[in-house]
């Protein structure tokens, strides 16, 4: 098992070595580091070098920091991770949220948000009007690219012993695009029998993603309907410092945590480092299939929490520092 290993900017530097520390922990797995980012673009004039393009291919997994790109536009720069998604060609990702015991989080939530992860909105065709009175913006979807995000939803449900899926979309406004993607996502429902196919339209699987969570297993979407459902459904699983991502394509996958590089609190070593640790494990189940292994992380994070121990962003009072906290997942794996 070979990874490649981009800590990238901020709090990426202090979350990811937390999250090697306890792959190495569970898994053989060699480690290859590579840069990209914002400071290495500052220092080198790109923000993602061909090495660490080439280095990721070659390893087929990436465990990727966050990367800090500012909110204007930059001569040179653009956003690493959305090129390095689209180098290596994964096309879903996937936004799992689960119960784990801090005080945010919602007891019994267990729901995967899969995101087609390469059109819709996002391919970023957008035009300005000569007179600048009028702004467009162009919306994708192929069938290619919903069957193989559709297929990948319902092969996992089926592996991961789950029994519904909800297409999201909203075919009744744009029953052009958001129709293709309904109409092939139920095609490829059909060749699932086992699997409950139920569609929301996305106002009204936002209501209920707030109302009740626990309605929801996987949940199929579009890429901006996916990209706000899991951040919305990311609230129920405790905040930002404990979701963790995978995108994911055929034999190759980039883990991440949802959250970026958090300026506010980089280098002070109070990071929760459990989005990325989480983020690790997700590589452990669905891309190098071991799924066990994948659950001992998990549970134990929950040991660690449900004993109270925790890093500043769940409660300041008796936080633990991101490697103190750390070494309690650590000595929890043992046990
Ligand atoms: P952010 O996720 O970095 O931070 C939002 C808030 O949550 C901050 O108060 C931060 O301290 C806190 N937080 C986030 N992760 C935490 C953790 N693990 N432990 C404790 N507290 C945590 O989002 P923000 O501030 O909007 O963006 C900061 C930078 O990150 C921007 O430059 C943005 O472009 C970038 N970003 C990068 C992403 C990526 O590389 N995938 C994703 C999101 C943002
Ligand atoms: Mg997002």
Same mark, same amino acid.
């Given at each position: ?69 500012? !909110? ?155 990209? $706000? ?29 949802? !959250? ?9 070593? $109070? ?65």
């Amino acid at each position: 098992m070979e990874l490649c290993v981009i800590e990238a900017d901020g709090i990426g530097r202090e979350v990811i070595p937390a999250a090697v520390r306890v792959l190495k922990k569970v898994a053989q797995v060699e480690i290859h580091t590579a840069q990209a980012g914002w400071d290495y673009f500052e220092q080198n004039g790109t923000p993602l070098p061909d090495e660490t393009i080439a280095l990721a291919k070659r390893c087929g997994a990436v465990l990727f920091g966050a990367a800090a790109s500012p !909110h204007y536009p930059v001569e040179g720069y653009y956003s690493p991770i959305v090129r390095l998604r689209r180098a290596l060609q994964v096309y879903a990702n996937l936004r799992p949220t689960r119960y784990y015991p801090v005080p945010a989080a919602r007891p019994g939530v267990d729901l995967l948000v899969v995101r087609e992860n390469t059109e819709d909105l996002y391919v970023q065709h957008e035009e300005l009007s000569a007179d600048q009175q009028t702004a467009t913006a162009e919306k994708v979807i192929t069938r290619v690219a919903t069957e193989r995000v559709a297929r990948m939803a319902f092969d996992l449900a089926l592996r991961s012993g789950r029994s519904k899926v909800t297409i999201v979309h909203k075919a009744n406004v744009l029953p052009q695009s958001d129709g293709l993607f309904r109409r092939v996502a139920l095609e490829i429902s059909e060749y699932y029998p086992e699997i409950f196919t139920d569609e929301l339209l996305v106002d009204t699987a936002a209501y209920w993603m707030v109302k009740d969570p626990l309605r929801f297993d996987i949940v199929l979407t579009p890429n901006l309907y996916g990209d $706000i459902l899991s951040d919305m459904a990311a609230a129920w699983g405790g905040g930002l410092g404990l979701a963790p991502s995978l995108n994911l394509g055929d034999g190759v996958a980039i883990a991440e945590p949802v !959250h970026g590089s958090a300026r506010d609190i980089t280098g002070k070593g $109070i990071a929760n480092p459990t989005a990325a640790i989480l983020s690790a494990a997700l590589l452990l189940r669905y891309h190098w299939h071991q799924p066990e292994v994948a659950a001992r992380v998990e549970e134990a994070v929950r040991m660690t929490l449900k004993a109270g121990h925790h890093t500043a962003d769940i409660n300041p009072d008796g936080a633990l520092s991101t490697s103190a906290f750390t070494d309690k997942v650590l000595e929890n794996l043992g046990k």
